[in-house]
């Protein structure tokens, strides 16, 4: 079994668990992460599935996307893991997933993530990036004590475990608001969090 991360810090849906937690506050005002692995397991899978397009590797697209693949990749430096490739075709799947959130309201994994990995974030503001969701990702390895997936509690550092996941080559970010919150989804290939292994 594998599981995708999304970050919202109320929720965190993974094939191997699915809990929720309290928000919490950040710097860019209330945010919630939420992890996902087309997991059987979460009862809010309501959104319907949205296309796949491979396209070639490239150069981040959005204004805010390179400190975050910066910060993927500084993380990853410090684990001595490969860093990631920029997907645009990850990137465009990421940001149209990230309008179906913001049109609905609602912090749902996708069904149809074509074996990608999946870190979804939600923030108060409309102001929020890229960057902001992945370094709320990462600190969850205050958290992470070395177990394997399937072991200890998955919802407190799944997102950190994917973004850290040694055998992910690429990655594409997207983001969406509706005026007050921001939608930012992050897909990985190929995805992290499989059972019985660790991220590192």
Not at 4 to 25: G, Q
Not at 93 to 100: E, I, L, N, P
Not at 167 to 180: L, Y
């Amino acid at each position: 079994m594998t599981g995708i991360l999304s970050k919202t810090k109320e929720k965190l849906t993974t094939k191997v668990a699915t809990s929720s937690s309290p928000s919490s506050i950040g710097s860019r005002g209330s945010s919630r992460s939420s992890s996902n692995g087309n997991s059987k397991y979460g009862p809010d899978r309501v959104i319907p599935p949205e296309p796949c397009q491979q396209q070639p590797d490239g150069e981040p697209g959005e204004d805010d996307s390179e400190p975050a693949l910066q910060a993927h990749n500084l993380a990853r430096a410090n684990k001595n893991v490969r860093k990631l490739q920029w997907d645009q075709g990850l990137a465009h799947d990421a940001k149209t997933y990230a309008g179906v959130l913001a049109s609905t309201g609602r912090m749902s994994h996708s069904d149809s993530t074509a074996g990608a990995g999946e870190n979804l974030y939600e923030a108060t503001t409309a102001e929020a990036g890229l960057e902001d969701a992945v370094q709320s990702w990462l600190e969850e390895e205050t958290k992470y004590g070395g177990e394997k997936i399937g072991e200890g509690n998955l919802e407190d550092w799944g997102h950190f475990s994917q973004c850290l996941w040694a055998s992910t080559t690429h990655v594409g970010m997207g983001k969406a608001s509706d005026g007050q919150k921001t939608y930012i989804v992050a897909r990985y290939s190929p995805r992290g969090n499989v059972e019985g292994g660790k991220p590192f």
